[in-house]
C-alpha cells in the first residue's frame, strides 16, 4: 500500500554516466514534483508536473530531463552526471486544491 | 521570494525536556505553514500544518500556531522522547499562485538523549 515510490533507493555511478530514477504514485494526486537535498540537508524545488504538463522547472541544469508518461508517474533522467550532483533526490505528489504534500522515500544518488 | 529561516542545529535535549524549534517566514502572498520530520535514513513525513493566522497545528504532542503578526511558526513540544530524533524542517507553500511548491527552511536536528 506504498503512497509514493521512488526506484532505485541508491544509486552508485561513474562521472560522465546517463541515469534515471523512477517515481510512482498511488494516490490518485495530479501533481508531483522532484526535491533535490544536498549534503547539508538543505531542500529544493526542482521540477513539478501536473496533470503531465511542465508547471515548475526551476534553475536546473538542462542536463536533467523530467518525463511525465501519465499522471501517476513522473521520472527524472540525468545525462552526464558530475560529482556535483550526488544528493538525495525526493518525489513527491499532491491532489490540486490541496496543499499537502507527500513524499517518496527518496533517491541516495552518488557520482565517483 | 520566499523563504524559511530555522533556528540552526542541532539542538541536543534530554528526555522529557522542553523542545522549542524556531522558525520564521517571508512571503509575497498569505501561505500555509507545515512542519515536515526526517527520521535518520528515511523521507520526509508531514508532521501537522496550519493554513491561516492563529491555527494550530498539532500532531504526536507537537504543537505549532500561525503568527501572522511576527510571521513565525514555531514548533514545540512538553516532553521530547529519545524517538523523537530526526531532521525537523519548516516549510510554506503559496496555494495562491501557479507555482504551488513547497519551499522549506534548512531543517533543525533534533538530538535526544535518554
Known amino acids: 500500500d506504498t503512497a509514493v515510490s521512488q526506484t532505485p533507493k541508491y544509486l552508485v555511478t561513474q562521472m560522465g554516466n546517463d541515469k534515471s530514477i523512477k517515481c510512482e504514485q498511488n494516490?490518485?494526486?495530479?501533481?508531483m514534483y522532484w526535491y533535490k537535498q544536498d549534503s547539508k540537508k538543505f531542500l529544493k524545488i526542482m521540477f513539478s508536473?501536473?496533470?503531465?504538463?511542465?508547471?515548475i522547472n526551476e534553475t536546473v541544469p538542462n542536463r536533467f530531463s523530467p518525463k511525465s508518461p501519465d499522471k501517476a508517474h513522473l521520472n527524472l533522467h540525468i545525462n552526464s552526471l558530475e560529482l556535483g550532483d550526488s544528493a538525495v533526490y525526493f518525489c513527491?505528489?499532491?491532489?490540486?486544491?490541496?496543499?499537502?504534500?507527500?513524499f517518496g522515500p527518496g533517491t541516495r544518488l552518488t557520482v565517483l | 521570494g520566499n523563504s524559511v529561516t530555522q533556528m540552526e542545529g542541532p539542538v541536543t535535549l534530554s528526555e522529557e525536556a522542553f523542545l522549542t524549534i524556531n522558525c520564521t517566514y517571508t512571503a509575497t502572498g498569505y501561505p500555509s505553514l507545515f512542519w515536515y520530520v526526517q527520521y535518520p535514513g528515511e523521507g520526509l513525513q508531514l508532521l501537522l500544518k496550519?493554513?491561516?493566522?492563529?491555527d494550530k497545528g498539532s500532531n504526536k504532542g507537537f504543537e505549532a500556531t500561525y503568527r501572522k503578526e511576527t510571521t513565525s511558526f514555531h514548533l514545540e513540544k512538553g516532553s521530547v522522547q529519545v524517538s523523537d530524533s530526526a531532521v525537523y524542517f519548516c516549510a510554506l507553500i503559496l496555494m495562491d499562485t501557479g507555482r504551488r511548491a513547497l519551499t522549506f527552511g534548512s531543517g533543525t536536528r533534533l538530538q535526544v538523549q535518554p
Open positions: 513527491a505528489s499532491r491532489q490540486s486544491l490541496y496543499n499537502e504534500q507527500f
Open positions: 508536473y501536473n496533470n503531465k504538463e511542465l508547471i
Open positions: 494516490l490518485g494526486h495530479d501533481t
Open positions: 496550519a493554513t491561516k493566522a492563529d
